[in-house]
């Protein structure tokens, strides 16, 4: 790693860090709840949304570099936007339209942008394709689990897959199947039977992916 490598996963990490301390600060006063969600348990302090941040922040920009910096550019998202999301879902099950939009729109923006500053059209199709068959496999998913997904999970998959995809097709589908690897693998230890929160393992297996192969 050169100088510039490592100035730029350090100005990534402490940039992530605070993003996460602000999502903290914001998750703490349980705005997201509705109002038939206002009795559930209190979450706790959720100390780890910073460092979530700052570690998929510095892996990111430690996997890409200064040379492939335009890369960041649709998949920094996950990195901030993920241990928000995870955290309400973790919480009430669900993952908020307004976040998902938000989390969507950041990450076509930064696709386009890429592709832009790349010059390489072939980035903004793979994103397409990556996001159409991130769908695909939701579909597939919930017919063949039925109600084990919700139409939150729907949302953010396609979201997932066009960020991760716009690396290679290779890293969405390492992206999914490290998520339902690792989501089947923790089932036994949930403590709530009820509904299942995906969202974490969406976002931890995207950073995973990304990290290791792309």
């Given at each position: 790693?050169?100088?510039?490598?490592?100035?730029?996963?350090?100005?990534?990490?402490?940039?992530?860090?605070?993003i996460?301390?602000?999502?903290?600060?914001?998750?703490?006063?349980?705005?997201?709840?509705?109002?038939?969600?206002?009795?559930?348990?209190?979450?706790?302090?959720?100390?780890?949304?910073?460092?979530?941040?700052?570690?998929?922040?510095?892996?990111?920009?430690?996997?890409?570099?200064?040379?492939?910096?335009p890369?960041?550019?649709?998949?920094?998202?996950?990195?901030?936007?993920?241990?928000?999301?995870?955290a309400?879902d973790?919480?009430?099950?669900?993952?908020?339209?307004?976040?998902?939009?938000?989390h969507?729109?950041?990450?076509?923006?930064?696709?386009a942008?890429a592709?832009?500053?790349?010059?390489?059209?072939?980035?903004?199709?793979?994103?397409?394709?990556?996001?159409?068959?991130?769908?695909?496999?939701?579909?597939?998913?919930d017919?063949?689990?039925?109600?084990?997904?919700?139409?939150?999970?729907?949302?953010?998959?396609?979201?997932?897959?066009a960020?991760?995809?716009?690396?290679?097709?290779s890293?969405?589908?390492?992206?999914?199947?490290i998520?339902?690897?690792?989501?089947?693998?923790?089932?036994?230890?949930?403590?709530?039977?009820?509904?299942?929160?995906?969202?974490?393992?969406?976002?931890?297996?995207?950073?995973?992916?990304?990290?290791l192969f792309?």
């Amino acid at each position: 790693m050169n100088a510039n490598d490592a100035l730029l996963m350090a100005v990534l990490t402490v940039l992530g860090a605070l993003i996460g301390i602000a999502t903290k600060w914001r998750v703490s006063t349980l705005a997201y709840r509705h109002d038939d969600e206002k009795d559930l348990p209190l979450p706790g302090a959720r100390w780890w949304i910073p460092i979530a941040a700052a570690a998929a922040s510095g892996l990111l920009a430690w996997r890409f570099g200064i040379a492939r910096w335009p890369l960041l550019l649709p998949t920094l998202p996950v990195a901030w936007y993920g241990p928000w999301l995870s955290a309400i879902d973790l919480d009430v099950r669900r993952l908020p339209n307004r976040l998902l939009v938000a989390h969507g729109a950041f990450v076509f923006a930064g696709v386009a942008a890429a592709a832009a500053i790349t010059t390489d059209s072939a980035l903004a199709l793979r994103a397409a394709a990556g996001g159409a068959l991130g769908f695909a496999v939701f579909w597939i998913l919930d017919h063949v689990l039925p109600g084990g997904f919700g139409w939150g999970d729907g949302k953010c998959v396609p979201i997932i897959g066009a960020g991760t995809a716009s690396i290679t097709l290779s890293v969405e589908w390492w992206t999914f199947l490290i998520a339902c690897l690792a989501a089947v693998a923790a089932t036994p230890f949930r403590r709530r039977r009820s509904a299942f929160p995906f969202g974490p393992w969406l976002f931890s297996g995207a950073v995973a992916a990304l990290t290791l192969f792309g």
